[in-house]
Each structure stands twice: as C-alpha cells, then as structure tokens.
C-alpha cells in the first residue's frame, strides 16, 4: 500500500530591494574589513557593470572587472 501527499502551495519569493543590498554591501565590506581602494573598485565595477550588462551578465562582468583591477 502507498500513500501519496500533494501539495499545492504558491509562494511568491521576491529579490530583496535595492537599500535591502547596498545595506548588506556595508555589513560584509565592515565585516571583512575591506580596504577602501577595493571598495572604490567595487563602486567602479557596478557602475560600469549597471551601464553596459544585463542582470543576467552583471554577476559575470563585475568578477572580470574586479579581476582586472587587482
């Protein structure tokens, strides 16, 4: 004999806002203690990232330019 569960549930998870990831930004660069020129790349990359990639590219092209910069 078998029993079978269904769930039907909708869940709408949603990405956090804007201030929600600059706030954790902060959090971690305070935690790790990052250097302010590496924070200033980290500025630089986003905006040149936010002007020229997609959302879906933005991950991708930051790493590169982070990786160019050091």
Do not use: W
């Amino acid at each position: 004999m078998s029993t079978f569960c269904r769930f039907d549930i909708m869940l709408e998870v949603t990405s956090p806002d804007a201030e929600s990831y600059e706030r954790k930004g902060k959090q971690l660069s305070l935690e790790l203690r990052m250097r302010s020129e590496f924070i200033a790349h980290i500025e630089k990359a986003k905006k040149v990232t936010k002007k020229f990639s997609t959302a879906s590219d933005a991950q991708e092209h930051i790493t590169v330019l982070l990786n160019v910069y050091n």
